[in-house]
């Protein structure tokens, strides 16, 4: 994961620059974007370790090959959606998001079920944020997410999750100019909604990650409001304070991260997060 920073740091700075020319920021230059990036997109590599794709080992891949070799066998519509959301899970269970991916878009064909639509644009949307994608499967990832929320869209045009996701799909695009109209379209909510969780924690990590920590508090200081205990937010009120120096405010919010998460890989990095602040 280490070796794929660099190409992180990229998009990164791509929606950095994008938040200064969309809402006229402070003029920060391309060397202190990189560095705070470099610490924060870590931290995201840490906090995000579902996202990420690992090779399977063989007993795993026998047992995707024997699930398949099932599937292919089986002719009633019902045993192929079980079958498949075996694949599914055990793929989601190894980090192979690709593959996934793959089945659940299978199992939409089938099936049509909206929740079945939602939980394809959602798997896309956690593969876009891993770097190792080839351009191929990038492409294949983006049309995906998009192509699923629009449908949930021009069911329903007024829904705001969709909407949320829809935008969500434009910033994690390789495109500028998509990713300013991804974010003009959360902060279109959040004036709409203030009070709108997903939309106002996207914007703080996008604010965190174009070296805004000051936006970056206002935004997950609300959400804190709306879900006090929320491990993620917490997180981010943590990492902010840490940008700005301020390691005691730092090291309130990740405490009470360690003391809401359940999660022992989470755990262990917040305990991390906690050393780096005696340093």
């Given amino acids: 994961m280490k070796s794929t920073v660099n190409l992180r740091l990229k998009h990164f700075i791509v929606i950095g620059i994008t938040f200064i020319v969309f809402w006229g920021l402070l003029t920060i230059d391309r060397t202190s974007i990189q560095t705070s990036k470099t610490s924060i997109q870590n931290d995201n590599d840490n906090r995000n370790t579902n996202s990420s794709l690992s090779i399977a080992d063989e007993s795993v891949q026998k047992e995707l ?22 694949l599914v899970a055990l793929s989601l269970s190894k980090n192979l998001l690709v593959n996934a991916v793959d089945y659940q878009r299978k199992i939409v064909n089938i099936s ?5 639509i939602i939980k394809l644009g959602e798997l896309a949307l956690m593969g876009l944020d891993n770097v190792t994608l080839d351009s191929l499967q990038y492409v294949t990832m983006h049309s995906t997410a998009q192509e699923s929320f629009k449908e949930l869209l021009e069911k329903e045009p007024d829904n705001t999750n969709w909407i949320v996701k829809m935008a969500l799909t434009k910033v994690k695009s390789r495109d500028s100019g998509i990713i300013m109209e991804g974010i003009r379209d959360l902060v279109s909510i959040t004036q709409k909604d203030g009070n709108h969780f997903e939309a106002n924690f996207y914007l703080g990590l996008f604010s965190l990650e174009s070296n805004q920590p000051q936006k970056a508090l206002k935004r997950f200081e609300k959400c804190l409001s709306l879900q006090p205990q929320n491990v993620e937010v917490l997180l981010g009120l943590g990492d902010a304070y840490r940008m700005l120096n301020q390691k005691q405010q730092a090291f309130k919010y990740y ?19 906690i050393e780096l602040l005696k340093h």
């Fill in 65 to 86: 090959e024997q699930l398949e070799n099932k599937f292919k066998n089986e002719n009633l519509p019902s045993k192929k959606l079980e079958i498949l959301n075996q």
């Fill in 255 to 273: 405490q009470e991260a360690l003391a809401y998460t359940t999660n022992e890989i989470q755990k262990s990095k917040i305990k991390s997060k």
């Fill in 112 to 116: 049509r079920n909206p929740a079945d």
